[in-house]
């Protein structure tokens, strides 16, 4: 009996497809919110705030969790020893359901002192609470998810994290309208809790998911098990101190990273305050960390794809000493992660004011901010890749300091330029304070990347893409230019970026940024890829 597994760009592919799906979703679930009249900006700065607050303690419980079972669960695998990466699993789940259970906990009981004094913002206590049972279920969820990508199963957790958005945003619509239109309620507090209460119930719907697909995969993974080859036995503790010791300064990175946002949060509500009223500072600050960053997130998300892709990877690759094989994968990454920087930042640089005007018409305000945070996407796309490669090969000392730097560098602008009120003060400020963070971030992970291993980002391929991207956007933009003249303002600009793009994919095409040889090399197609007997 076989196992297939899935190549590299399989995974890759499974994960990008999720992607579409998810932040397509997501920006209508946006789009549907913002463009609320009971909900806007102001909207945006409480779901914000909560969610900001809930990526703290997941960060703590759970956000480290689907990798480093992947990583841990990939080198069992990788030897055989099918029946040990099973072990890891078990432990974990009972492991992570506790720390779980103690997060909700500490949420529910916290919930007013975290809104009133530590964000400043009092309306944020009911989405909070909305939440608190999310933080048990999305630790049981990322255990199941790094078993499943250890196993080289992304499609898996690809098609739950599309189920779990799915549900949340029909969820959010349906209750919402029924709330506004049959309640009459219009209080913009209860609308964002009944938005977060959404996402708690679409984590059920998630981890319903993933237990059925356990289930169904059970007779395989027991058959793997019984024939399990160079077991080692490992005692419980030892098990458990080796998910710990492999988890937490997993965790420590995103955990720092998003200390660092609810300082943000705090340091831009109160830099703000310093020259516009508390309502105002609330809707600018709804501006940057609703609308905004829900933009750059997208194409960030499909480069976020093959970071995840590339930890198990590069584990197993790592346990075989396979280091011209880790170097391949490297350099192919961060190449496609430049490939999605560049034409996104183009685009949101260009066309900030059109974007926003199109997808938030009751709420369009934040072109400038767009513009400056659009070049963080650049950035953002190595830093992603390098993560990845430093969790994969085990090195997390890099990105723990790299980014505690950025989060000190982003504070210390903060309180510098936020309550400037001149044209890079202001929210304006806070948006150059990200930029200059993460760039000062990605530098210091790839400098020491270069010195590790042969990673290396091709001059030749940055001149190709500059290349592409200033043709892309130059004839997107005549085009436009020429269409608004007999066209709707909003069709003209879906029509000359959808246009642009294909011009951008061609370029690339003829300047074999990315030639076949680097494909076939890195997709292991199933012939070549080795089967594991089971």
Same mark, same amino acid.
């Given at each position: ?35 609320? +009249? ?23 419980? @759970? ?18 020893? +099918?029946?040990?990466? /099973?072990?890891?699993? #078990? ?40 939440? $608190? ?50 309640? #009459? ?23 319903? /998911? ?113 280091? @011209? ?23 949101? $640089? ?64 903060? #309180? ?21 963070? +993460? ?19 091709? #001059? ?75």
């Amino acid at each position: 009996m076989n196992r297939r597994k899935e190549t590299f760009f399989q995974s890759i592919v499974a994960l990008m497809a999720s992607q579409v799906i998810v932040k397509t979703l997501g920006l209508i679930y946006k789009l549907y919110l913002t463009n609320k +009249h009971e909900f806007g900006d102001e909207g945006n700065a409480i779901t914000s705030a909560a969610f900001q607050v809930y990526s703290l303690l997941l960060s703590i419980t @759970s956000i480290g969790v689907p990798s480093s079972i992947s990583k841990l669960v990939a080198e069992r695998a990788s030897v055989g020893d +099918h029946k040990g990466a /099973y072990k890891i699993f #078990k432990i974990s789940l009972i492991l992570f359901s506790i720390i779980g259970i103690i997060g909700s906990y500490f949420l529910f009981i916290s919930a007013k002192t975290i809104a009133n004094n530590m964000i400043g913002m009092p309306e944020v206590e009911l989405s909070l609470i909305a939440l $608190c049972p999310s933080i048990f279920l999305v630790s049981i969820i990322s255990v199941y998810k790094g078993y499943f990508n250890g196993r080289e199963k992304m499609s898996v957790t690809a098609k739950a994290q599309s189920y779990d958005q799915l549900t949340k945003t029909c969820i959010t619509i349906l209750v919402i309208e029924l709330a506004t239109m049959l309640s #009459k309620i219009t209080n913009t507090a209860i609308i964002a809790s009944i938005a977060n209460l959404a996402t708690t119930l679409a984590n059920v719907i998630e981890l319903g /998911y993933l237990y059925i697909y356990f289930k169904k995969e059970y007779a395989e993974i027991r058959y793997e098990i019984q024939t399990s080859i160079n077991y080692r036995p490992v005692r419980t503790l030892k098990t458990i101190k080796d998910i710990l010791f492999t988890a937490i300064p997993m965790s420590l990175t995103p955990l720092i990273g998003t200390i660092g946002r609810n300082i943000d949060s705090a340091t831009v509500m109160d830099g703000l305050q310093s020259t516009i009223s508390y309502e105002q500072a609330k809707i600018q600050y709804g501006i940057l960390n609703g609308k905004v960053d829900t933009l750059i997130n997208f194409p960030l998300s499909f480069s976020g794809t093959v970071s995840t892709a590339l930890v198990p990877g590069i584990a197993a690759a790592k346990s075989k000493q396979k280091l @011209s094989e880790i170097s391949q994968r490297i350099n192919l990454s961060l190449l496609v992660g430049l490939i999605i920087a560049f034409p996104a930042t183009a685009i949101f $640089c260009f066309y900030s004011n059109q974007i926003l005007n199109l997808l938030f018409p009751n709420a369009s305000a934040g072109d400038v901010i767009l513009q400056i945070s659009s070049i963080s996407i650049i950035f953002v796309a190595i830093e992603q890749t390098i993560r990845g490669v430093l969790i994969g090969i085990g090195n997390n000392k890099v990105p723990i300091i790299s980014i505690t730097i950025g989060v000190i560098v982003k504070y210390i602008l903060n #309180k510098a330029l936020i309550p400037i009120n001149t044209y890079f003060g202001g929210i304006n400020g806070a948006a150059i304070s990200n930029l200059i963070s +993460h760039i000062v971030v990605t530098m210091l992970g790839y400098i020491y990347l270069k010195k590790v291993i042969n990673v290396k980002i091709e #001059k030749a391929n940055i001149i190709k893409l500059a290349i592409s991207t200033i043709i892309f956007i130059v004839s997107s933009k005549i085009l436009y230019y020429i269409m608004i003249l007999k066209l709707n303002a909003k069709i003209s600009l879906i029509i000359s970026i959808v246009i642009g793009i294909i011009i951008y994919i061609i370029l690339a095409i003829i300047l074999k940024i990315i030639d076949t040889k680097q494909l076939k090399i890195l997709s292991f197609s199933q012939k070549k890829a080795k089967k594991a007997k089971i």
